[in-house]
């Protein structure tokens, strides 16, 4: 008996992290699998997920814990192939590394289900998780975590008003009867809900702002294709 409660005393819960194709999405996500193996390195593995291009920015960040903590820090990193993408140089898997006329090309990339689904799932079917922290571009990996019986956590590390912001931009975009999203003539302001200005002039928001929108878009469409489906 003795022994037995000592191998399940001992088991880790093992959380794999994936974050999006950003150094600024990539930042949090090691630093919350640093806080998660540190809090409890006894009870928890943190494994960070990234494609290979992006290794060297987890490595640094990691060693930035390592020196403060004059050691090293418990998280593992896992990589999976990032797939072909047409226009996008081999290796180019960063936003920061591509030129910005073509940075839609990972955003697409990243919320497609047909290109980058089937690297995650053989991923995370070979890690084995008991948990996983899904980046909010990866939607399908609810539904992977679904089906192998794990616990899935989205985590969007934009602000709370940015995401706000960009969610009355998308809706404003887009036009939505039944399954099928169409998107509108780009409006002039859009009105965010107890917003101190009455309106948010859309020529005024960052290239960056009308980018994500676009990609939320894709993002719904295809939640909704796969609904359709199933249905």
């Known amino acids: 008996m003795a022994s037995t409660e000592t191998t399940s005393s001992c088991k880790k819960l093992r959380v794999l992290l994936i974050p999006f194709f950003a150094s600024s999405h990539i930042g949090p996500f090691t630093e919350l699998a640093v ?12 494994t960070i997920a990234v494609t290979p291009a992006n290794v060297p920015i987890v490595r640094s960040l990691l060693r930035r814990h390592e020196n403060a903590a004059n050691g090293g820090t418990p998280v593992k990193v896992a990589t999976y ?3 072909s993408v047409d226009g996008l140089p081999k290796g180019v898997e960063n936003l920061s590394a591509v030129a910005q006329a073509d940075a839609w090309r990972i955003d697409v990339a990243a919320v497609s289900d ?34 192998l019986g794990v616990p899935c956590v989205t985590f969007n590390v934009v ?3 940015s995401t706000l912001a960009m969610r009355h931009l ?10 099928n ?20 002039r859309v020529p ?6 009308g980018s994500q929108c676009l990609t939320l878009i894709t993002v719904l469409q295809n ?9």
Not at 35 to 46: C, G
Not at 186 to 197: G, H, L, N, T, W
Not at 204 to 209: D, H, V
């Open 170 to 179: 998308t809706l404003a975009l887009i036009s939505n009867s039944n399954t």
């Open 35 to 46: 806080s998660l193996a540190t809090a409890r390195p006894r009870a928890v593995e943190a």
């Open 114 to 147: 047909t290109l980058m689904r089937p690297v995650q799932e053989t991923l995370i079917r070979a890690q084995s998780p008991d948990a996983l922290v899904t980046d909010v571009h990866f939607m399908w990996n609810a539904g992977v975590c679904e089906e």
């Open 204 to 209: 005024t928001m960052p290239t960056f702002t």
């Open 81 to 83: 192939p990032f797939p």
């Open 159 to 161: 602000g709370a008003f």
């Open 223 to 231: 939640t909704l294709n796969t609904i359709t489906k199933v249905a």
């Open 181 to 200: 999203i169409n998107i509108k003539p780009e409006p002039e302001a859009v009105s965010v809900p107890r917003f101190p200005a009455p309106e948010i």
